[in-house]
């Protein structure tokens, strides 16, 4: 199981970025799919997540309005759009997917992670 985010870079507060998680060698349609992000000297914390089907998601409160998750089956991608990014949002972003198929808020749930990418909020 090989996932990648990409999509990540720099960006002035208030603009907006689209990230990409991309799965390779399987189907991404049968996990529930989670982002996080980790901040320099932070724990790593749940950013959103979203089940197999796409029809439950998930946000941590402080995002919401803000980010949206989506997922292309046909694609085989997961997608993290963030909108009136603040320099807090500064973070690597990384996705995963989960035991289980509705996603969770719990790092301990996801066996799989991607690489990460490091999204800049700067002016």
């Known amino acids: 199981v090989q996932l990648q985010a990409s999509g990540g870079g720099l960006v002035r507060p208030g603009g907006s970025l689209k990230l990409a998680c991309a799965a390779s060698g399987f189907s991404l349609g049968y996990y529930g799919i989670g982002w996080f992000r980790q901040a320099p000297g932070k724990e790593r914390e749940f950013v959103a997540t979203?089940?197999?089907?796409?029809?439950?998601?998930d946000y941590t409160d402080s995002l919401k309005g803000r980010f949206t998750v989506s997922r292309d089956i046909a694609k085989n991608t997961v997608y993290l759009q963030m909108n009136n990014l603040k320099p807090e949002d500064t973070a690597v972003y990384y996705c995963a997917a989960s035991r289980s198929s509705v996603g969770s808020r719990t790092l301990r749930d996801y066996p799989y992670w991607g690489q990460g990418t490091q999204v800049t909020v700067s002016s």
């Open positions: 979203i089940s197999w089907n796409g029809r439950m998601t």
